[in-house]
């Protein structure tokens, strides 16, 4: 038994794990990096502790100080959370052996199911089917790529140790193998300290289910399964549960494997067993494939909750404490359905490049759960995973649920960085997310219509304007015998929109653009066209943001104002995202042709090759490895040949 926690994480994981351990009446104590001192976890918890490190990131791998930390404050257990220390076995190892209760199962099962080859066998060994492919020993490039051809085109580069996406890339013809290969194992190494990899066959109308999984180190129990399809760039963007279309059938046999895969290495606590499905020809118990087995909680475990009315986090404490589970199989039921949506900082215009800043202005829905990290005024800096919240519905069925995520996206509010706001939302729309016909190749397939800004409407413009403007009906900014106008100029993506505002009456506006002349009324405490509300705007400095199924971002310019010189040139080769230089793959004085490597970038666990716009030669590259840089920064120097 122990009455303190320490929380080894940071972000809504941490925030999720503190507010159940109150619940419950456990203390907890906190730990951060510099970075993170004003962040939202470090004010939940009762006690905080700051790591230093190198980098921040290193904050949250220092096993020795975390484990430290929890001795001195007498806490008598340790949440590792998801990501980070989570399924680090020598982590766990070294929390039992310092006397303390790891949360999570025990480091023997996280060392099996850690290393994707040898779960797999143990999986093939328990009777359970597993994708084909490569598992060996032998990693020489030659080797893996003999696989490959083997195995047949399309196939799968993962990371043996990894998990999340990282690691992973898909590889269509044995030209671009060698060098996607490079790839994955350079992104593998830096995520998890190991560059193996293995080989697999990619299933081309590929689904991801997965199934919850709870044990005491005796027996398991499952919790149903989530649908995790709808992907981009094998990162989770939306999940659902139940998956549309399960069959009882197929329920039946994915669930049951799920558990047998839990029981056969003596699981305990809270686990996700992840599977491949073909879903070409809708759901069959005879086509879905072991993945991957996940040693912790998962992100998208609240859609669990929904339907069950399970408190995981509080299941996970009780096993700790080795409490027998709460309830049997029998005892567990659906109902209704759920969906979660991740909101990142990232631009979806700019090939989806993380994003960093401010939030200036944030304003989440009240009829959903939100599992969230950030306030107003929190910086979200580029050194750790783009996640900024979770929106989490749950309706009586499938429709209703979609339908109450789509409202509360809308409402939705996030001002400072870019989101993937939109794209979500227009997700909700999409005909064959709405008929559950989802695989994971879905985004990337729409991905120009699901980004696209939809057209912007006269009252989106007139929104814009008129909170730029502001006029207020409580004095005289109109007047009797001449006419008073004001102009902006308002950029929208490529449009410039020439606007000017007259008001000819202490509570009439008239707004013109593009030759129009629109008339809007001030009557109950509102301004109002064609005698509807306008959409809900807000100003921040030079940028108005107007919220209208969507978020769609204005900039101001003074007609008047002379606009600032650009000291860029075309010779320079500029910084696309804020991040660390991470590799120089040229020197100066060098020719490099078009599309060649220049250098990389990594930020929030994401690495971005900065190419060669043209044939050239490198004059100057202005930053080392190691060195941080802002987006718009000059990486380098080039006179064209």
Same mark, same amino acid.
């Given at each position: 038994?122990?009455?303190?926690?320490?929380?080894?994480? !940071?972000?809504? @994981?941490?925030? &999720?794990?503190?507010?159940?351990?109150?619940?419950?009446?456990? !203390?907890?104590?906190?730990?951060?990096?510099?970075?993170?001192?004003?962040?939202?976890?470090?004010?939940?918890?009762?006690?905080?502790?700051?790591?230093?490190?190198?980098?921040?990131?290193?904050?949250?791998?220092?096993?020795?100080?975390?484990?430290?930390?929890?001795?001195?404050?007498?806490?008598?257990? +340790?949440?590792?959370?998801?990501?980070?220390?989570?399924?680090?076995?020598?982590?766990?190892?070294?929390?039992?052996?310092?006397?303390?209760?790891?949360?999570?199962? /025990?480091?023997?099962?996280?060392?099996?199911?850690?290393?994707?080859?040898?779960?797999?066998?143990? $999986?093939?060994?328990?009777?359970?089917?597993? +994708?084909?492919?490569?598992?060996?020993?032998?990693?020489?490039?030659?080797?893996?790529?003999?696989?490959?051809?083997?195995?047949?085109?399309?196939?799968?580069?993962?990371?043996?140790?990894?998990?999340?996406?990282?690691?992973?890339?898909?590889?269509?013809?044995? !030209?671009?193998?060698?060098?996607?290969?490079?790839?994955?194992?350079?992104?593998?190494?830096?995520?998890?300290?190991?560059?193996?990899?293995?080989?697999?066959?990619?299933?081309?109308?590929?689904?991801?289910?997965?199934? %919850?999984?709870?044990?005491?180190?005796?027996?398991?129990?499952?919790?149903?399964? &989530?649908?995790?399809?709808?992907?981009?760039r094998h990162q989770k963007?939306?999940?659902?549960?139940?998956?549309?279309?399960?069959?009882?059938?197929?329920?039946?046999?994915?669930?049951?494997?799920?558990?047998?895969?839990?029981?056969?290495?003596?699981?305990?606590?809270?686990?996700?067993?992840?599977?491949?499905?073909?879903?070409?020809?809708?759901?069959?118990?005879?086509?879905?494939?072991? $993945?991957?087995?996940?040693?912790?909680?998962?992100?998208?475990?609240?859609?669990?909750?929904?339907?069950?009315? @399970?408190?995981?986090?509080?299941?996970?404490?009780?096993?700790?404490?080795?409490? *027998?589970?709460?309830?049997?199989?029998?005892?567990?039921?659906?109902?209704?359905?759920?969906?979660?949506a991740r909101i990142y900082?990232?631009?979806?215009?700019?090939?989806?490049? *993380?994003?960093?800043?401010?939030?200036?202005?944030?304003?989440?829905?009240?009829?959903? &759960?939100?599992?969230?990290?950030?306030?107003?005024?929190?910086?979200?800096?580029?050194?750790?995973?783009?996640?900024?919240?979770?929106?989490?519905?749950?309706?009586?069925?499938?429709?209703?649920?979609?339908?109450?995520?789509?409202?509360?996206?809308?409402?939705?509010?996030?001002?400072?960085?870019?989101?993937?706001?939109?794209?979500?939302?227009?997700?909700?729309?999409?005909? /064959?997310?709405?008929?559950?016909?989802?695989?994971?190749?879905?985004?990337?397939?729409?991905?120009?219509?699901?980004?696209?800004?939809?057209?912007?409407?006269?009252?989106?413009?007139?929104?814009?304007?008129?909170?730029?403007?502001?006029? !207020?009906?409580?004095?005289?900014?109109?007047?009797?015998?001449?006419?008073?106008?004001?102009? +902006?100029?308002?950029?929208?993506?490529?449009?410039?929109?020439?606007?000017?505002?007259?008001?000819p009456d202490v509570n009439?506006? %008239?707004?013109?653009?593009?030759?129009?002349?629109?008339?809007?009324?001030?009557?109950?405490?509102?301004?109002?066209?064609?005698?509807?509300?306008?959409?809900?705007?807000?100003?921040?400095?030079?940028?108005? @943001?107007?919220?209208?199924?969507? %978020?769609?971002?204005?900039?101001?310019?003074?007609?008047?104002?002379?606009?600032?010189?650009?000291?860029?040139?075309?010779?320079?080769?500029?910084?696309?995202? *804020?991040?660390?230089?991470?590799?120089?793959?040229?020197?100066?004085?060098?020719?490099?042709?078009?599309?060649?490597? @220049?250098?990389?970038?990594?930020?929030?666990?994401?690495?971005?090759?900065?190419?060669?716009?043209?044939?050239?030669?490198?004059?100057?590259?202005?930053?080392?490895?190691? /060195?941080?840089?802002?987006?718009?920064?000059?990486?380098?120097?080039?006179?064209?040949?």
């Amino acid at each position: 038994m122990f009455n303190k926690v320490l929380i080894a994480n !940071r972000g809504e @994981i941490a925030c &999720r794990i503190a507010e159940t351990a109150k619940k419950i009446g456990l !203390r907890t104590v906190a730990v951060f990096s510099e970075v993170d001192t004003e962040s939202k976890h470090v004010s939940l918890c009762d006690e905080a502790f700051v790591i230093e490190s190198s980098t921040p990131l290193e904050s949250y791998l220092s096993q020795d100080k975390i484990i430290d930390i929890a001795k001195k404050t007498n806490a008598g257990a +340790i949440h590792p959370g998801y990501g980070f220390l989570s399924e680090n076995s020598e982590f766990a190892q070294k929390v039992e052996e310092a006397g303390l209760v790891f949360i999570g199962p /025990d480091f023997q099962a996280i060392e099996i199911m850690g290393q994707k080859d040898a779960a797999k066998k143990a $999986m093939s060994q328990a009777g359970i089917s597993t +994708i084909p492919g490569y598992h060996g020993d032998n990693q020489t490039d030659n080797k893996l790529m003999e696989e490959a051809a083997s195995i047949g085109y399309p196939v799968l580069i993962k990371a043996v140790a990894g998990g999340g996406g990282k690691g992973m890339r898909l590889v269509k013809n044995q !030209r671009d193998f060698l060098t996607l290969l490079s790839s994955a194992r350079t992104e593998a190494e830096k995520a998890f300290g190991n560059n193996r990899v293995l080989i697999e066959k990619y299933i081309s109308s590929p689904r991801h289910i997965e199934v %919850q999984i709870f044990g005491d180190g005796q027996s398991a129990i499952h919790l149903f399964e &989530r649908d995790c399809s709808l992907q981009r760039r094998h990162q989770k963007v939306l999940e659902e549960c139940p998956a549309p279309g399960m069959t009882a059938k197929m329920r039946k046999a994915m669930c049951r494997a799920a558990v047998t895969a839990a029981e056969t290495i003596g699981y305990k606590g809270a686990g996700t067993v992840e599977f491949i499905v073909d879903g070409s020809d809708g759901l069959k118990e005879d086509r879905f494939w072991f $993945m991957e087995m996940n040693t912790r909680l998962q992100v998208e475990h609240p859609i669990t909750e929904e339907i069950t009315g @399970i408190d995981l986090v509080a299941w996970q404490f009780d096993v700790a404490m080795g409490r *027998p589970l709460e309830k049997k199989q029998k005892d567990i039921s659906m109902q209704g359905h759920s969906f979660e949506a991740r909101i990142y900082a990232e631009d979806p215009n700019n090939q989806f490049l *993380p994003d960093t800043g401010k939030i200036i202005h944030l304003n989440f829905p009240l009829n959903v &759960r939100v599992d969230t990290g950030i306030r107003t005024g929190d910086i979200v800096s580029p050194f750790f995973d783009p996640m900024l919240a979770k929106i989490v519905s749950h309706g009586k069925d499938r429709s209703s649920a979609l339908s109450n995520l789509k409202k509360a996206l809308k409402e939705t509010e996030i001002v400072g960085v870019k989101t993937n706001l939109n794209l979500l939302y227009n997700l909700t729309q999409n005909s /064959d997310v709405k008929m559950g016909m989802v695989q994971t190749g879905l985004i990337e397939e729409n991905i120009e219509k699901l980004t696209s800004q939809n057209s912007i409407s006269n009252k989106a413009i007139i929104a814009a304007a008129l909170s730029y403007f502001a006029p !207020r009906v409580d004095h005289f900014s109109y007047s009797h015998w001449i006419k008073i106008s004001h102009k +902006i100029k308002l950029f929208v993506g490529d449009k410039i929109i020439e606007i000017e505002l007259s008001q000819p009456d202490v509570n009439k506006v %008239q707004i013109s653009f593009d030759g129009e002349a629109f008339n809007l009324v001030f009557s109950k405490n509102h301004w109002s066209f064609e005698g509807n509300p306008l959409p809900k705007s807000k100003k921040f400095d030079d940028e108005i @943001i107007v919220f209208n199924g969507g %978020q769609i971002l204005f900039k101001v310019q003074n007609p008047y104002e002379v606009p600032k010189e650009t000291k860029f040139e075309t010779s320079d080769i500029l910084s696309p995202m *804020p991040g660390m230089v991470s590799k120089i793959y040229i020197e100066n004085g060098c020719k490099v042709l078009k599309g060649q490597r @220049i250098l990389s970038l990594e930020a929030m666990k994401m690495e971005y090759e900065v190419i060669a716009p043209n044939d050239c030669y490198i004059k100057t590259v202005n930053f080392e490895v190691g /060195d941080f840089v802002q987006s718009g920064t000059k990486l380098c120097d080039f006179s064209e040949v």
